[in-house]
């Protein structure tokens, strides 16, 4: 394998958070700038945050958003962050700002998760949740989409998960191998 800075290397997305460890401001601030930082298209920067401390109320907003086997263990998580763009709806006839602003949200977003790497932290992101829910909770604007919720926290113990997500939890990881993502 070829050589991989550690801070991809060792990123790891788990479901067993520490439910007893806090987000601190710094690290909240440290993690908003990376994804600020974010190359984006037209240095548009069309992505927008909604960051919930275990607890807040904007915790519990995204939280009950979450589908309910994810929330038995993303509540363990220190932070809750809504990834969202602000891309209008393209047309057929284009590549419209809608793609462009989602795959510039996922730079933000690896960033950010990139960024929680260096700090000690991890990322879980999600994808799966009442998206519209969500935007009635966190009173989100007229034409911000929320796109990804990623829980935030530092590693818990995985015996306290479920039986099938514990084993899953302490898998060895698995990628492709790199021959197979080459289009030929």
Known sequence: MAELTPLLAFRWSPRA????????????????????????????????????????????????????????????????????????????????????????????VAHLTVQATALGLHVRQLTRFDRGRLGTELDLPAGVRPLVVAAVGRLGDPAALPADLHTRETALRHRHPLAALLIP
């Open 17 to 108: 958070f520490d439910p007893d460890a806090e987000l601190t401001g710094d690290e909240a601030a440290s993690l908003l700038e990376a994804a600020r930082w974010a190359p984006s298209a037209g240095n548009a920067q069309p992505w927008r945050f909604a960051l919930g401390h275990r607890q807040d109320e904007t915790w519990k907003r995204i939280l009950v958003t979450l589908p309910e086997p994810d929330q038995g263990w993303a509540r363990h998580a220190s932070a809750l962050v809504v990834g969202a763009h602000t891309g209008a709806p393209s047309t057929a006839a284009d590549y419209g700002s809608a793609e462009r602003a989602a795959y510039d949200l996922g730079q933000a």
